[in-house]
């Protein structure tokens, strides 16, 4: 088979399986695959800024923050239905996306980290000082009259997976694609050395605000679909431990692998999930994980994968 | 109280926080400055001296004078020998390479705050302050046509208070001292200029960056040991020391140590006085936007000389 023939029966392999999966779970994993799913969409968004352009970002809860509230204050105070409240969340943070890479993206390394803490820690703080409108910490239901897409009731389960493997895949392909484009290839080539590719002539600043346009897009789409499935957007997604997240599963999945995040997701969705029955001090299994990673890890699992077995994994 | 007794109060209690915040930005600023790492878990270090200093003071008799001495000395000493482990045992081995650095040190700070949360639990508990007397304050006013002193009710500071300044402001002149005149401090501003001439040099580079690691943290303790006795120890109150310290240093120019007490001052009695006439979130989220601006617009600080 060929490399292309691979990658596409891989990835597609991928969705079937999951799809396959909606019939045989039982219902608590069931729940927690589509939670998976969805979180795993905001990985993929978060790894196409560090895995394939290199920028780290500490503020991505601002981009998943902006797509549930952006989806869920269209519904809860402009009585929008679900359809244009999905629109109005993904428009949202694409918005706030290229506003915020317009600033950050003039620093570099060690200040776009800092900086883009600042932002998101500005957004959260923003949410509690509207709390009026946004309920702040408490957090605002959206009940299930008002999660009715196209006739399809969202708040049931079967429905609620098979939506979420809908983004999911949608976020999959959409990311496999974009690598594989030449912008992804610029994209790839300023991870690599940012100077050489100015010096062949690629206006960087652009392609680095296209990476976290993209990268806040798909994220605030993940944020937006979140709100929408599991009826409820609250200040918690905006806090930093939700910008620690997509970092925690991109590493550990492998970062600049298209299927890298999915895999981290899971992986880390389960081992809280199972810490979590013995302690309430569950991040600290994040903690640990972290520091191993970069220790010992830094490809994570795909990019082992892709050293030692696969070398054609994109 | 009449408007400017209450501006005054305000002054002097942003002045404690500005003492607090000095000593704990300091530790930050000289991580940064020497060892070109963003220690995201400097909040913890904080934290974890608030909570030591619980721990000793309710081991330590003898009144809690002597206890809060035990704990001025031991909860430093612990944090500082925590820090060079981790210095020794994680940084170390990712060659101080800063982005990855970062990735550890956010992994450092949900270890230390988880770990505090399953030993000292959730509860926010408080250590007696070794002094605390009333020191009611005169106000000067016009009236009756001459200068007139009189006592305000409610202007007044505790000792205690008094102590924290003078205290935060002893220690950072024994900083500035150690930088410039010891012979530890010429070592640690070599490495700071050139890490690779000064290892050609001799000096033990490695060593000079675990004993700025455990100073930095020693210093944040020191901070959170002084600031228990009027705000309770709790395992989540390193987020917020966090934040403003990373303003300061991001004001003061990062690495810089003198820019660095110039901008505690500035944002420690700036949040005392702006949090009175504003709602503090709006006070928060101001100053953040404002601090991101400067990195974005500024990096070298509004105090800080060209980057080099």
Redesign the interface.
Known sequence: MSESGKVIFLHVGLVALLLALNFVLPAYHHGNIARVMVLASYAIGYNILLGYTGL?S?GHALFFAAGMYGMGLAIRHLGFSPAPALVMGVATGAAISAAIGA??L??S???F???TL??A??GY??I??FGKWTRGDEGFVIQQAERILWGIDLSDANNRYLAALVLFAICLFASLYLVRHPVGRVFVAIRENEERAQLLGYNVFCYKLAAVVASGTISAAAGAVYGLLFGYAGATFAT?QYS?FP?LWV?LGGMGTVIGPFLGAVFMFYLIDLSSGL??????I??????????FA?QGIAGEIRRRVWGWLP | MDFGPYLMLATLEGAVLAAVLALMASGLSLVFGVMRVVNVAHGEFYMLGAVFAWWVTSFVGGGPALAFVAALIFAPLIVGALAVLADITILKRLEYDPERTIVATIGLLYIMQQVTLMTYGADARPVVPPFNARLALPWLEWADGGLQVFWPWGLSITSYKLFVIIAAVIVLLGLRLMMTRSRIGLLMRASQLDSETAQAFGIPVERVYALVFGIGAALAALAGVLIVPIQQAHYLMGGDALLLSFIVVIIGGLGSLGGTIVAALLIGLSDGIISVFFSPTLAKIIATILVALVLVFRPQGLFGGRAR
């Open positions: 780290l500490l600033l950050a003039r620093t390394g060690v200040a980290m800092i900086v600042m932002f820690q500005a703080l923003t509690l000082l930093v620690i970092l590493l302690t309430n001090a569950y991040m600290l994040a903690g640990v994980a972290l520091v191993l990673l970069t220790l830094p």
